[in-house]
């Protein structure tokens, strides 16, 4: 089958599946979303991804880094953004310019903010991060009531959230989500005494929004999910919600090399009969590992991918491909015919998890948006 896109490689993105996947979640966990659109919405490319989520009722989005929210500002979207961790000092007074969100967690940065806030003359909206037991980002529970009260009494700051961050929601074990869960109770039943709460309370990721109903509050704050994967095996997507990403490229070249002959750098693979060998134009500069193990789908068939994995290329064995020809498209993640490869199975065999694969997928490879 001919390829449908005249790329080396692309990535294509179903953003109806986007939507639909945010309707099951919306339902499912009956508060509002903030859809984390992070690194690029996980590869998925954050601008159609934001406008989609927009469609469907989002108005609330995460994001990692500041320079991310100053483009999605240029770009038109109006909707609330939270900054969910560090941002340079340097950034500040531009992020409460746009009126984005930050996120604080020590005495330092509210002082960083106010005279922020005070030199661009707007009010800075700002949450607070308790770390509740992620040993990442976040405050010490015991400093929050400290905090909290000086985030509310200086001038220029509205303290509009207040959340923290699970460690191990998608896991099997439940103790230790409800142990963080506990920590994060006592801070805002401290809060709530002194009347310092802010309107916004939240905690879940994907696996807390799906498996931890207590974690809800106000507002979840999933990721994964709304890209149609699972944040680990334990965690059940429920039913409808899928896979909005595929991969593809091409077969770009195929020869018959005689036994014995070697196979890219290094000759990791050496033919042992008489061999059909397909170039695919793909390669780990597009953030496909150079890392052996994986198939490809062509004309409906997985084929092994054989030797190392080049800059811009790699190869592959045809022999139970059904009449392959140049310009066949090739399915590194996605479904052809009955057959499916996914994120999770390229995760496996790279040793890593499914975020880290979408991620990963290069710059330099197009987003495709093909119903849009
Ligand atoms: C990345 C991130 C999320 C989303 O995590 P998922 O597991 O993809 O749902 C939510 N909150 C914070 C603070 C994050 O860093």
Not at 27 to 50: C, D, F, Q, S
Request: hydrophobic letters at 40%.
């Amino acid at each position: 089958m001919k390829a449908e896109q005249s790329f080396a490689t692309w990535v294509e993105v179903d953003l109806k599946a986007l939507k639909k996947n945010i309707k099951i979640l919306q339902k499912e966990t009956g508060v509002p979303l903030m859809a984390v659109v992070k690194a690029n919405a996980y590869g998925h490319g954050y601008m159609p991804i934001t406008r989609s989520a927009e469609e469907s009722g989002v108005d609330w989005f995460g994001v990692a880094r500041s320079r991310m929210a100053l483009k999605m500002r240029e770009e038109g979207i109006k909707s609330n953004i939270l900054v969910l961790g560090y941002i340079a000092p340097e950034r500040i007074e531009q992020m409460i310019c746009l009126d984005v969100s930050l996120t604080v967690w020590t005495k330092e940065h509210i002082d960083l903010v106010e005279k922020a806030a005070a030199n661009c003359k707007r009010t800075a909206r700002v949450h607070l991060l308790i770390d509740s037991g992620m040993g990442r980002l976040g405050c010490h529970p015991e400093e929050t009531l400290f905090l909290a009260r000086l985030a509310v009494k200086t001038v220029g700051i509205e303290l509009e959230g207040l959340f923290s961050h699970l460690a191990k929601a998608d896991e099997a074990d439940q103790e230790p989500t409800r142990k963080q869960e506990k920590v994060f109770q006592k801070v805002i039943k401290a809060l709530a005494d002194d009347d310092l709460l802010p309107g916004i309370i939240h905690m879940a990721n994907s696996a807390g929004s799906l498996v931890h109903p207590e974690t809800r509050y106000q507002l979840v704050r999933p990721g994964i999910i709304i890209y149609g994967l699972s944040p680990s095996a334990e965690v059940h997507l429920p039913v409808g919600v899928e896979p909005i990403l595929s991969w593809k490229s091409v077969l770009a070249s195929m020869k018959e090399l005689p036994p014995d002959h070697g196979v890219s750098y290094g000759h990791a693979y050496v033919t042992t009969k008489k061999e059909l060998i397909g170039v695919i134009a793909v390669g780990y500069a597009d953030g496909y590992r150079r890392c052996p193990g994986n198939s490809v789908l062509i004309n409906g068939v997985k084929a092994p991918i054989v030797g190392r994995v080049c800059m811009d290329q790699f190869m592959v064995k045809l022999e139970n491909v059904p009449n392959p020809q140049i310009g066949d498209e090739v399915v590194l993640i996605g479904k052809q015919g009955d057959q499916e490869i996914s994120a999770n199975d390229l995760a496996r065999v790279w040793e890593t998890v499914n975020y880290e694969v979408t991620c990963g997928i290069g710059a330099r490879v197009p987003r495709i948006y093909p119903d849009n």
